[in-house]
């Protein structure tokens, strides 16, 4: 059984670029879940998908948007990046709403 | 709105000892509550659920409803619990699944 994965592990953008983060769901899961955590902070969580729709979202702007594939994995897609855009980005997935497994996460700084 | 309170930032204590992690909530209904753990160097993982009423290396946690608290306990500290402890609250309805973290526990165990 092949973990939650996550690409790339680092990634250096400039304000204003766009980005694109990707996550490879566990095998048998149908949901995935978008985390965002910044230093010294818990996770807090952006969106979450469910079987290619998305179901429910956080308190973050509309240039933060996701996909998700028939295969499960997903993008999560950042448009005009801010420098309060740097944090640690995790996905989780899951077999419909059960456990959540996290992936190593994907580290974002804006310059 | 749901919110989770770890009122402890660092919490050090002796191989042997009890420890005990705090964690508060604030949520309408009747929420799903979590611990997760992240050693050095991995990724985040489950360490227990609320409604398991499991027991795992020797954590347990107990839900209060009075007193909206999911404390971790353990009675014994080991070298090897030493890490970062979050506790998350996954609502009920449209909010099941979506984790909302507290700001986390870094737990040092001395020998």
């Known amino acids: 059984e092949t973990g939650v994965t996550q690409s790339p592990t680092h990634l250096i953008k400039t304000r204003g670029q766009q980005v694109t983060l990707r996550c490879s769901s566990q095998?048998?899961?149908?949901?995935v879940s978008w985390y965002q955590q910044a230093l010294g902070q818990g996770p807090q969580f952006i969106f979450q998908?469910?079987?290619?729709?998305?179901?429910g979202r956080g308190n973050f702007p509309p240039r933060f948007s996701g996909l998700q594939f028939p295969n499960y994995s997903s993008e999560l897609n950042v448009n005009a990046l801010e420098l309060d855009d740097s944090a640690l980005y995790l996905c989780?997935?899951?077999?419909?709403?059960?456990?959540?497994?996290f992936g190593p996460g994907t580290r974002l700084l804006v310059l | 709105a749901q919110r989770v309170t770890q009122p402890e930032k660092l919490l050090s204590v002796f191989k042997g000892a009890p420890v005990e992690l705090k964690c508060n909530y604030s949520?309408?209904?009747?929420?799903?509550l979590f611990w997760y753990v992240q050693y050095s160097r991995q990724r985040l993982q489950l360490l227990l659920r609320?409604?398991s009423r499991e027991s795992i290396k020797g954590f347990t946690a107990d839900l209060n409803k009075g007193e909206t608290s999911f404390h971790l306990k353990k009675p014994f500290a080991q070298e090897e619990d030493s890490a970062m402890y979050y506790c998350?609250?996954?609502?009920?309805?449209?909010?099941?699944?979506?984790?909302?973290f507290g700001q986390g526990t870094i737990l040092t165990v001395h020998p």
């Open positions: 609320h409604i």
């Open positions: 989780a997935s899951s077999s419909s709403l059960a456990t959540q497994y």
């Open positions: 998350a609250l996954s609502g009920g309805g449209t909010s099941y699944g979506k984790l909302t």
């Open positions: 095998s048998g899961h149908n949901t």
């Open positions: 949520y309408s209904g009747s929420p799903e």
């Open positions: 998908y469910y079987r290619e729709e998305e179901n």
